[in-house]
Nanobody, 115 residues
């Protein structure tokens, strides 16, 4: 069974950086459009960034310039480099497919930003 595993979250001061990672068993990232999502308390899940199999990327407006999505096919890993973190960025971050049928959701990784 496919299992997504996110890591790299934590507590960081506003303006700081974090790098999130995602790996998955029994699934190859390179064949699908992949994405990072986030869900803050009391809010709907939000699409943050996507990367296609040809490495075209797209970002939600509030994270453009600050966040970078990337993938490493050799490691079968997905990353989200988050710079200049803001007080509105805290959430649980998840990775999943960016199109078509979703895979089983992982536990996510918590990002907290202190002002």
């Amino acid at each position: 069974q496919v299992q997504m595993v996110e890591s790299g979250g934590g507590l960081v001061q506003a303006g700081g950086s974090l790098r999130l990672s995602c790996t998955a068993s029994m699934f190859r990232f390179s064949i699908r459009t992949m994405a990072w999502f986030r869900q803050a308390p009391g809010k709907q899940c939000e699409l943050v960034a996507t990367i296609t199999s040809s490495t075209d990327t797209n970002y939600e407006d509030s994270v453009k310039v600050r966040f970078t999505i990337s993938s490493d096919n050799a490691k079968n890993a997905l990353y989200l480099q988050m710079n200049s973190l803001k007080p509105e960025d805290p959430a649980v971050y998840y990775c999943n497919t960016g199109s078509g049928v979703s895979l089983p959701w992982g536990q996510g990784t918590q990002v907290t930003v202190s002002s």
